[in-house]
C-alpha cells in the first residue's frame, strides 16, 4: 500500500521553492515588488519567508501597528501563485523597545547585558519580552489567519544563545527545584558538589556557570545546557500559543541549525509541526574533498528526517550561490547549486529554499548571495541556476511525501555530546564525538545505504543495525532497550569510551562500559591517548568468520579492554598491551554486539561494515557497487522507488545499473546497463 506524508500544507501540494524575502527593506522603492513578483515566477519560486526582522516595520512604536506593507506584499503573493512562510519577528527587536524595557537584553555569561544591536540577543525569561512578542505574533494570526498565501508559520529565526540575567537564574533554580523535588540533597548528589568543597546548604546560592565563577561541576554544566533547551522552547511555547488559537490548521516551524550544540533538538522538535533546518556547506574547499562533505551534510540531512521519525523536512535555507561570513567565500560550481539542493530532497527535504532572495542594499549581508543580484535582473548565472531547480521541483511531484525506512541507526545524542565535550581526558582537542559519528556513516553514504540518525531515547525496534560510537553517557533504560534489540536479532556496535557515566555525568561504579558490559561481554579497564606520530594497529585474528584480514592503522585512543563472554577478533599490534583485545563480537541472545576498543583508520570503518552489509542484506538505493564520491539515496512511498544518484566529486563517474531498466524523472529517458555521471551531477530515476 503507498504510504505518503501529506504535504506540508494542503494548500499547496508541490515542492516549496524560495527563501528569506525582506520586501520592507524596500519600503521607499515598492515598484520593486513587482519586479519581485516577475522574477519569482520566472524562476519558478513559489515560497516567501516574510517578516522574519520586520518587527521595527511592523510595530514603529510601542503600540503602534503598519501593516499596510505587509498586506500589500502577501496578496501580490497570492495573487502570483506564490505563499508565504510568516514569521514571527522575535529575531530581532526595534531600538525602542530595548530602550524603554533593558531586561529584554540578554546577558553573557560574563553578567554583562548586552547593548542594543546585532539580532538573537534577548533573553528567553523576561516577562515583558514574553508580552510584547506574544502580542504581535496575536495581531499577525489575527490578520491573516485567512489570507490563501499563508502556508507555514516561521518561529524567531535560528533560536540560539543563552541568558545569564537574574530573571533566568530565578528561572534556573526554579527548574532545579522541579528536577530534584525540592530536596538540595539529590541535586548535591546528582552535582557530587562534594568535590572541591562545592556543596550548596540554600538554593540561592546557585548560579549559573560562569567563567569567573562555577565551571567545574559538570552535573550543573549539564542541568545548566538542559535548562536552556526546556527554557527557549518554553519561550518558544509562549510565541506559538496565539498562532494554535487562532490558525490551528497552519503548520508551526523554526529553522534550526544543523547540529548546533546550544539546544538539544530532540526535544525541540517534539514541539514543531514539521522540522527545518539551515545549510551552509562550504562547498569547494580545500579542506576536504566534495565527496568527505557530501557525506557530513547528508549525515545531518538525515538527523533532520530522523527528528520526526522520517516526516519529510524543510531546507529552509541555503545560499544560491556564496555566503559571506566564511574565511573564503568560494562561488558554488556549475552544477554545484542542482546538486547541493537535490541532495536535501534526496534525504526527505519536501522544499527548496534559500537565504537570500534579493541582496540587500546595505548593512553586514550586503555581499551574500541572493537569488536577485544588485544588477536586479535575471539575466545572471545565479538567476539561471535557481531557475533550473525550480524547473525539477516541478517535475517531481511524486516525489513529495515519499521517505525511507532505513534498517541502520546510528545514534547521535545532544546530551552525550555535551557530556564528553566537558570531560576533562582523553586528547583535550580530539575527542571529536561527532566527526566519529560521521566517519561511521560515511561508510554506508558511500554504499547508497540509507541510515537514521537518531537519539538514544528513540525506538530501536525497526533497525537490524543499531551504531553508538563513543556512548558515553548511558541514560537510564537504554541499556535495557539495546539488551533487547541485540537479544531479539539485532546487531550492535559500539565502541571506546561508552558507558562511562550515567544522565548526571556520574562515572559507573563496578567496571566500564557500565550497563553495556552484559551486552557487549567486555570489561574496559583503562584508556590510552596517543600523539600524532604515535602508532599502533589492529591485527585480525587469522580464522575469525568475517572478511576482514590483515592490518588496520589505529589512532588517537586505544582502550584497554576484557572480553568477559565476548569473542576476539582482533587485537593490539603495539605498545605494552600489544596481544590485547581491540575489536570483539559477543553473541547475545539471537543478536550480536560488536566492541571497537580503538579508534581506526577509516578504511577500517569501511570495510567492517561492509562485511555487515552483506551479512545482513540492509536495504540500499541501487543494487550496484558504487565509485567513490557517488552515492545513491532513496525515497518511497513503500510501492514506487526513487533514486537520487549524485555525483560529489569533480571528474565523470560511471555507475553499472545492469539490466535493470529506470526512467529518469526529469529526462524522461530510459536507463540502464552503464551510464556516466558528469562532474556533480544528479539523476532521479525511477524504478520499474
Ligand atoms: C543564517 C540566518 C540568515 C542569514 C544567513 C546567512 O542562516 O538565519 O538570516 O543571516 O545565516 O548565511
Ligand atoms: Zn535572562
Known amino acids: 500500500m503507498a504510504d505518503k506524508y501529506p504535504p506540508i500544507s494542503g494548500k499547496c501540494p508541490h515542492f516549496l521553492h524560495g527563501g528569506d524575502y525582506n520586501p520592507d527593506q524596500w519600503i521607499e522603492t515598492p515598484e520593486i515588488w513587482d519586479e519581485d513578483m516577475r522574477l519569482m515566477r520566472l524562476s519558478g519560486c513559489n515560497a516567501m519567508s516574510i517578516g522574519i526582522f520586520s518587527w521595527s516595520n511592523l510595530e514603529p512604536e510601542e503600540g503602534r501597528f503598519e501593516f499596510g506593507w505587509l498586506d500589500t506584499i502577501m496578496d501580490k503573493l497570492a495573487q502570483n501563485g506564490g505563499y508565504t512562510v510568516l514569521a514571527t519577528p522575535s529575531g530581532a527587536r526595534p531600538a525602542w523597545l530595548s530602550a524603554k524595557y533593558p531586561e529584554v537584553l540578554c546577558v553573557g555569561p560574563n553578567r554583562v547585558r548586552n547593548l542594543h544591536g546585532q539580532r538573537h540577543n534577548h533573553c528567553f525569561t523576561s516577562p515583558v519580552y514574553r508580552e510584547k512578542t506574544a502580542a504581535i505574533n496575536r495581531r499577525l494570526a489575527e490578520r491573516y489567519k485567512d489570507h490563501p498565501a499563508l502556508i507555514v508559520w516561521h518561529i524567531s529565526n535560528e533560536y540560539g544563545g543563552e541568558c545569564h540575567c537574574p530573571l533566568c537564574q530565578e528561572a534556573f533554580r526554579e527548574w532545579l527545584k522541579r528536577k530534584y523535588n525540592n530536596d538540595l540533597d539529590k541535586l548535591n548528589h546528582a552535582w557530587w558538589t562534594g568535590f572541591w568543597s562545592h556543596r550548596f546548604t ?10 569567573h565563577g562555577e565551571s567545574s561541576l559538570h552535573g550543573l554544566n549539564l542541568d545548566w545546557k538542559r535548562f536552556v533547551t526546556y527554557q527557549t522552547i518554553d519561550f518558544y511555547k509562549n510565541e506559538i500559543a496565539p498562532l494554535r488559537e487562532l490558525t490551528p490548521g497552519i503548520p508551526v516551524t523554526t529553522n534550526f541549525m544543523g547540529t548546533y550544540t546550544g539546544l538539544d533538538y530532540w526535544k525541540f522538535a517534539e514541539e514543531l509541526d514539521v522540522v527545518s533546518w539551515d545549510n551552509y556547506p562550504g562547498w569547494h574547499t580545500d579542506a576536504e574533498t566534495t565527496g568527505e562533505l557530501a557525506s ?7 538527523l533532520n528526517r530522523s527528528l520526526k521519525h522520517g516526516k519529510p523536512f524543510m531546507l529552509m535555507e541555503s545560499t544560491p550561490s556564496l555566503v559571506n561570513w566564511q574565511p573564503v ?14 541532495q536535501a530532497v534526496a534525504h526527505g527535504s519536501d522544499t527548496v529554499q534559500y537565504f537570500q532572495w534579493r541582496k540587500s542594499r546595505g548593512s553586514s549581508e550586503k555581499l551574500h548571495g541572493a537569488v536577485v543580484d544588485h544588477c536586479g535582473h535575471e539575466n545572471t548565472r545565479v538567476f539561471r541556476d535557481v531557475t533550473e531547480v525550480g524547473a525539477v521541483l516541478k517535475k517531481l511531484d511524486c516525489v513529495l511525501g515519499t521517505t525511507v525506512k532505513p534498517d541502520i541507526a546510528v545514534i547521535y545524542d545532544w546530551e552525550n555530546r555535551w557530556a564528553i565535550d566537558d570531560a576533562q581526558a582523553l586528547r583535550r582537542d580530539k575527542k571529536d564525538y561527532q566527526k566519529t559519528c560521521e566517519n561511521h556513516y560515511r561508510a554506508f553514504w558511500k554504499s547508497g545505504i540509507p541510515v537514521d540518525i537518531i537519539n538514544m531515547d528513540c525506538d530501536f525496534t525497526g533497525y537490524k543495525l543499531l551504531i553508538a560510537p563513543m556512548l558515553y553517557m548511558v541514560r537510564p533504560g537504554v541499556a535495557e532497550r539495546i539488551e533487547a534489540f541485540v537479544k531479539r536479532g539485532g546487531v550492535f556496535v559500539t565502541t571506546y569510551f561508552s558507558g562511562y557515566a550515567d544522565e548526571n555525568d556520574l562515572c559507573f ?4 562500559p557500565g550497563p553495556l558490559r552484559k551486552v557487549t ?9 596517543l600523539y600524532d606520530q604515535d602508532s599502533n594497529a589492529l591485527v585480525l585474528a587469522p580464522d575469525i568468520r568475517t572478511s576482514l584480514r590483515g592490518e588496520y592503522a589505529l589512532h588517537t585512543f586505544c582502550e584497554l579492554i576484557h572480553a568477559e563472554t565476548a569473542e576476539i577478533l582482533a587485537a593490539y599490534k603495539n605498545d605494552f598491551y600489544a596481544g590485547s583485545p581491540a575489536l570483539t563480537v559477543n553473541s547475545f541472545g539471537l543478536g550480536k554486539a560488536y566492541y571497537i576498543a580503538a579508534r581506526t583508520e577509516n578504511r577500517f570503518l569501511e570495510d567492517f561494515y561492509q562485511s555487515l552489509i552483506t551479512e545482513l542484506s540492509l536495504l540500499r538505493a541501487l543494487d550496484c557497487t558504487l565509485p567513490e564520491s557517488v552515492t545513491a539515496q532513496l525515497r518511497t512511498d513503500g510501492e514506487r522507488k526513487y533514486i537520487f544518484l549524485m555525483n560529489f566529486s569533480e571528474e565523470a563517474k560511471m555507475v553499472d545499473l545492469k539490466s535493470k531498466v529506470f526512467k529518469d524523472i526529469v529526462t524522461g529517458e530510459l536507463l540502464q546497463q552503464q551510464i556516466t555521471l558528469r562532474p556533480y551531477d544528479v539523476r532521479v530515476l525511477e524504478e520499474p
Request: net charge negative.
Open 509 to 512: 561504579l563496578g567496571g566500564f
Open 521 to 529: 561481554g567486555i570489561w574496559a579497564e583503562e584508556i590510552d591517548s
Open 296 to 302: 557530513k551534510i547528508a549525515f545531518i540531512h538525515d
Open 329 to 342: 567565500n568560494k562561488l558554488k560550481r556549475p552544477g554545484m547549486h542542482m546538486l547541493s539542493s537535490l
Open 202 to 211: 540554600d538554593w540561592p546560592q546557585i548560579e549559573s556557570p560562569a567563567p
